[in-house]
């Protein structure tokens, strides 16, 4: 089967994504065209080569097409593909094309379904993230245009759904809050890589890292705007004196990363925080295995309160008990919540002092993703779904 997806994820340049998993598994037994937007804006911003460094074998096995080569934003890349779309389906033949899979773009996947859809090939619609919250948040885009881009993206996602044969949806609160109906949807969840993210021995990182000896917190991910790190390092000051062996790693580095090593300074524990920026997909097993608390310390709004983070099934996977600022009903009860800085400070105190329960969390929670959430499962699934819609 010939598979024509459009994306607004640039999969040489991302973070490890939902994409590049469902290439991963869809490769093997069909042909794959990506037409995507490019997103040069990530490059200025932190080494994308190390973001991509062990996905080169991915990346390979499927033909990658961009918008345009010009240093644009990728909202506005996005917003202006219709420029560009007809001479791209011309240059891949667009009639060779058996299904249409729209990786949550608002303007080029539905310009791409109503083309595919004059020939008879049908779109399937993936939603991973609520778009036009997205956009009324994002650093992108001028703030006074931040509101009429929100509602004309709310306006091209409910097209979008009328366009598609079928809609996959990664959380019920996205499908809730975009509306999708519920006679031609699926839920295609997040997941992990479970051979890969696993525990590792980590004494020889740990103290290449300088945190032998340590109770280590940690986060992993992007430093964007809804990542708030202010509650942890505020209880690391507060237990300074008492717990003197606590310490922060964060690994990753695009979005706020400076102003994140600021403010560790301004709470005066730079010395006990480590950013270590970006490091290769393949090494994060081993990072996250030098924590012995995970985070997910996200503000609450709707941006984050729809889709399902895969940093969360990572941790699980690698066996490391997890806090989160999130209500994550697709972890059931694996995981602890904190919801200020109070209750951070309980629960890093709780664990801290109950070995027993870091392990029964951590080793259920790997027992939880590899019965639930593992990619090959969840692209077994997305493979019959395209399938059926293409037959």
Known sequence: MRILVTSMVDLRKAAHNRIHQFVKHLSPNHEITVLSINDWWKAGQTDVK????????????????YFTGRETSPIFQELFSFMNIERLLKEIDYRQFDIHLNCGTLVSGYMVARKMKSIGVETIYDIADNNPEMIRNSPQIPSPLRPAGGLFGSMMLRRNIRIARRIIYVTTAIKESCHIPEHKSDCVPNGVDTSLFRNHSSEQLRDELGLAGKFVIGYVGVLREWVKLEPIFAVVRQLEESHPEIRVLIVGQEGRFQENKDLAKAYGIADKVIFTGTVPYAQVPSYISCMDVCTVPFETNRVTNDPCPLK??????????????????????????????EEYRHRILELHGDQTLRRRLGSEGRRFVEQNYDWAKISSNLEKILIDVAS
């Open 50 to 65: 190390l973001y991509t460094k062990d996905l080169e074998k991915i990346l390979q096995k499927a033909e990658i097409r």
């Open 312 to 341: 969360l099934f990572e941790y699980m996977a690698c066996e490391r008990p997890v806090i989160s600022a999130l209500e994550i009903t697709a972890a059931g009860n694996n995981i602890l919540h904190a919801f200020s800085t």
